[in-house]
């Protein structure tokens, strides 16, 4: 049966405190490996998409990597405003349907 | 690239109303558009896939009667909420099925419509 699971469900980091996010997958035939940041009240915001096992996308404090099992984003040196809901999805192995992970949940402290 | 509206943003409608929500891809063209659901601190529960042309395909659970989705264009779809009621309270949110210089198969969302139903 395909899955996402996301850990930590929260992560509260200070102000500089380097950390990763953990999004594990079970979908024969993976076609992509998505991350999204969504803001409170809003709709998800499109960060990376990673296609196969090795590759690594970066942008300002975000570095995406995937492996055959799962994805981690690693946030480097975190701002209060990198706060927000972390989540990950991978397209079912047929069809258009994403799966979704139930999210991270960051806070980062002054 | 790659940006979706919703209209309106919130609303607020009495018990048995109904409830029309756009969602619009405004730089590009979606043959496929979700319509997500979402309850407080949840993650994303999928109502329908909505394919220009043709009826949309609901989730197990989702009454087609009660949310109406009209996707006419390339796009626009529309989901209607039908004599709503306070259970239907929610923010609904939008996705359009793109492609993005370098980026295949990706949904890119719109910003949400909060529903409240008095």
């Known amino acids: 049966e395909d899955q996402v699971t996301q850990s930590p469900e929260a992560l509260r980091l200070q102000e500089g405190e380097s950390s990763s996010l953990n999004c594990s997958y079970t979908v024969s035939g993976l076609r992509g490996l998505f991350w999204y940041r969504q803001d409170p009240g809003k709709g998800p915001e499109f960060l990376f998409t990673?296609?196969?096992a090795g590759e690594e996308k970066e942008k300002e404090r975000l570095k995406a990597t995937l492996t055959k099992k799962e994805s981690f984003l690693h946030i480097t040196a975190p701002k209060p405003e990198d706060s927000a809901t972390y989540l990950c999805a991978v397209p079912e192995s047929v069809g258009n349907q994403f799966y979704f992970g139930t999210g991270t949940s960051l806070t980062v402290i002054p | 690239g790659a940006v979706v509206s919703q209209h309106p943003s919130w609303v607020i409608c009495k018990s048995g109303t109904s409830v029309k929500i756009e969602c619009r891809s405004l730089?590009?063209?979606?043959?496929?558009m979700f319509w997500y659901r979402q309850f407080p601190k949840q993650s994303l529960m999928l109502m329908a896939t909505s394919n220009e042309g043709s009826k949309a395909t609901y989730e197990q659970g989702v009454e087609k009667d009660k949310f109406l989705i009209n996707h006419a264009s390339l796009t626009l779809s529309t989901l209607t909420v039908t004599s709503a009621h306070p259970e239907d309270s929610s923010f609904y949110i939008c996705s359009a099925r793109g492609t993005l210089a370098g980026v295949r198969r990706a949904q890119f969302f719109g910003p949400g419509t909060r529903l409240t139903v008095l």
């Open positions: 730089d590009f063209q979606a043959t496929t």
């Open positions: 990673l296609y196969s």
